[in-house]
């Protein structure tokens, strides 16, 4: 009797695990990659005849066409009367249309809304050739199955591709709380999509559509959720997707080269340089007698006895990553690339178009010659990331508050930390954010922190008889927004009111030591943290 149903058990398994281990569809140049959560399995020609439902992709599209007709519509606000609100604002908030593309407020890109004709929306797709799925408004559904040769060839022509693939690496850095950024860095800028399954609409299929750093178009599709997609082949998707230079490296830098040291003059062979740009090399004879070769590709120009440099953001960051440090190892150059990018907007002067910063020990030293392939490589893969939420400086050798030091990171680095790890470490209150948008995940409480940094001496004999008890050397106090404190163990983060009431006093109290505790079964008994929060406090 039992004998059919373990037979038929024995016959699923195998089913079932190739259910759970579907490969992720990567299409990307002509090709179509499958990819295990670890590795690239397949490669082949990507088929014209491969389908895939929208998606959310549709809002990537109106977009683009709200950004290049200039369109001025007004905000979305939310009231209330809508279950798709949760994807937009909460009731009595508004969102704008940046915010809008990367937490997929359907709402806001209604048609409907926004008051986009047929007509209309038919002649402009038609002047781009777009496919009968593009033509027609009414299209724009999420189980609309479109070509994906047919949807990147028009990813590859869309309007207001640059602006949206700055607005897009917002959803990398939100995506799988940061270890997406973690992993990939800011190579991806893509939309994400989730649908019902092909076979079983019990289930759900996702991925993502977009473009890389250098503008080519991408998309992805697997089994689970666009966020289930992201968060499980984030390693895989790092093995396949290249590192290249972005197609926007941003505004110029100009740098006032040697700042600190007066120029005797510019020598080709035996020549003295005129003022003007600069191409090949040159030897530089400075006032104090020294002498260094220099190489120009057209970026230096000799200007009234100084020699300033005019270069893309990423050709700074890479120089000065190349003067100040090396690119090795891996990890700790990338989280050095993001210190040097941050430094830079948080100190640089406007000087018309471009940023001015000088090169000397005082702000960073610029290398006086193109970048190493190597050092570009780690400019590009951290490219436009940048650290919000407090003031960044770095050493070569001395770690403090909001410093990091390079000589640390190599450390960490070599013991197998990433980039992001290494970054939290040096500065714990700040969060990954994008150049042209920093916005911090920890809005800081210093008042909290020192009254907690405080409280933590007198409370140290105490603590330090408790069964698990480990001082965190690193942590940052934040606001909390809304429902009860807690604690971000990963990034050392205790979420909290204020320090003004008793209550608040007592909850930073209780936080901090589940911080403390974490690696001991204490630091999960609720009634002993509380009991001897109350202790240190009250007693």
């Not at 593009?134 to 559904?141: A, D, F, G």
């Not at 740009?277 to 590709?297: C, K, M, T, W």
């Not at 000087?351 to 005082?362: A, R």
Request: include cysteine; glycine fraction near 6%.
């Amino acid at each position: 009797m039992f004998r059919p149903l373990v037979c038929l058990l024995l016959c699923l398994i195998p089913v079932l695990t190739l259910a759970q281990d579907e490969p992720l569809r990567l299409a990307f140049k002509g090709e179509l990659l499958s990819l295990s959560r670890t590795q690239l399995l397949a490669r082949e020609p990507l088929p014209d005849t491969l389908q895939a439902p929208l998606g959310s992709v549709w809002k990537l599209f109106v977009y683009g066409w709200l950004v290049d007709t200039g369109a001025r519509e007004p905000a979305y606000e939310c009231r209330g009367q809508s279950k798709e609100e949760v994807y937009c604002c909460t009731a009595g908030g508004k969102i704008e249309r940046d915010q809008a593309l990367v937490k997929s407020c359907g709402l806001y890109f209604d048609p409907a809304r926004l008051g986009i004709t047929d007509a209309d929306w038919r002649t402009y797709w038609q002047a781009r050739q777009a496919p009968p799925w593009l033509l027609n408004v009414r299209s724009l559904q999420p189980a609309t199955r479109v070509s994906v040769a047919e949807l990147l060839r028009m990813l590859a022509v869309m309007p207001a591709q640059e602006q949206a693939r700055r607005v897009l690496l917002d959803v990398i850095l939100n995506a799988a709380d940061g270890n997406v950024v973690g992993e990939l860095g800011s190579r991806l800028r893509v939309k994400t999509w989730s649908w019902l399954g092909d076979q079983d609409v019990a289930s759900r299929q996702g991925g993502f559509a977009g473009w890389t750093a250098d503008g080519s178009p991408i998309w992805a599709g697997g089994r689970g959720t666009s966020q289930r997609v992201l968060r499980d082949y984030a390693a895989a998707l790092s093995a396949v997707v290249p590192v290249e230079w972005p197609a926007d490296a941003g505004r110029c830098v100009e740098v006032s080269l040697f700042s600190r040291y007066p120029l005797e003059r510019v020598l080709s062979g035996s020549s003295e340089v005129p003022s003007g740009p600069l191409r090949g090399d040159y030897r530089v004879e400075f006032a104090n007698g020294n002498q260094l070769n220099i190489h120009s590709d057209g970026e230096l120009f000799l200007l009234q006895g100084k020699l300033v440099a005019r270069l893309d953001r990423e050709e700074y960051v890479a120089r000065v990553l190349q003067r100040e440090a090396t690119p090795e190892p891996v990890e700790a150059a990338k989280a050095l690339a993001v210190a040097i990018r941050t430094y830079l907007l948080q100190n640089a002067t406007r000087h018309g178009d471009c940023l001015s910063i000088d090169d000397s020990s005082q702000r960073q030293r610029v290398a006086p010659r193109p970048a190493s392939a190597e050092a570009r490589n780690i400019a590009a893969w951290t490219s436009d990331l940048v650290l919000a939420g407090s003031s960044v400086t770095y050493h070569s050798d001395q770690p403090g508050p909001d410093k990091l030091s390079w000589q640390q990171a190599v450390e960490q680095a070599s013991a197998g930390q990433r980039y992001d790890t290494i970054l939290l470490h040096a500065y714990p209150r700040a969060s990954l954010s994008r150049w042209d948008n920093p916005v911090a995940s920890c809005e800081a409480l210093p008042a909290a922190q020192d009254w907690l940094q405080k409280q933590r001496r007198s409370w140290r004999p105490t603590l330090e008889s408790e069964t698990g008890y480990n001082e965190v050397s690193t942590f940052a106090v934040c606001r909390l927004t809304f429902g009860r404190p807690y604690v971000d163990r990963e990034r050392q983060r205790i979420y909290v009111r204020g320090v003004l009431s008793l209550q608040d006093r007592l909850d930073l109290t209780h936080e901090y030591l589940h911080l403390a505790f974490e690696a001991h079964p204490n630091g999960q008994d609720e009634t002993y943290i509380e009991g001897l929060a109350r202790h240190l406090l009250l007693e």
